[in-house]
C-alpha cells in the first residue's frame, strides 16, 4: 500500500507543483484563464502560493500524515472552486480541471486509506 500512497502523492505534488511555477512566474497560460473567468489578474500569485502551498503539504505527509491529508482535502477544495468558476461563465472546457481534480481526489483517497483506516 506504501507504493501505491508514495506514488499518487508524488505525482500529484509534482502536478501541482509544475502548475504553481506558471503562475508564479507570470506565464500567459494562467492569465488567460483569469480574464475567461472574469476573475482580476492579482488573483495568480495568490492562486500559484496556494497550489504551492498544497504540492509541499502533500510531501510533508510523508511526515506529518494529518499535513499531507489536509493538504489533499485542500487541493480537492481549490479545483471544486475551479470548476465553480468555469461553470459560473459557462465554460465547458474541462479536460485539465478533470485531471487536477482526480489527481487531487485520489491523493486524498490513498492518503486516507494508507493512514487513517
Do not use: C
Amino acid at each position: 500500500m506504501f507504493t501505491v500512497y508514495a506514488t499518487v502523492t508524488i505525482f500529484a505534488s509534482l502536478l501541482n507543483g509544475s502548475s504553481a511555477v506558471v503562475y508564479l512566474i507570470g506565464h500567459e497560460f494562467p492569465k488567460t484563464q483569469l480574464d475567461m473567468k472574469g476573475l482580476p489578474r492579482a488573483w495568480g500569485p495568490v492562486l500559484g502560493i496556494m497550489l504551492a502551498a498544497g504540492a509541499l503539504g502533500l510531501l510533508g505527509g510523508f511526515a506529518v500524515p494529518m499535513l499531507g491529508t489536509l493538504a489533499a482535502a485542500g487541493l480537492v477544495l481549490y479545483f471544486t472552486g475551479a470548476l465553480l468558476a468555469h461553470l459560473r461563465v459557462g465554460s465547458r472546457d474541462l479536460v485539465n480541471w478533470s485531471g487536477f481534480f482526480a489527481t487531487s481526489v485520489a491523493a486524498l483517497g490513498v492518503n486516507l486509506a494508507y493512514h487513517w483506516s
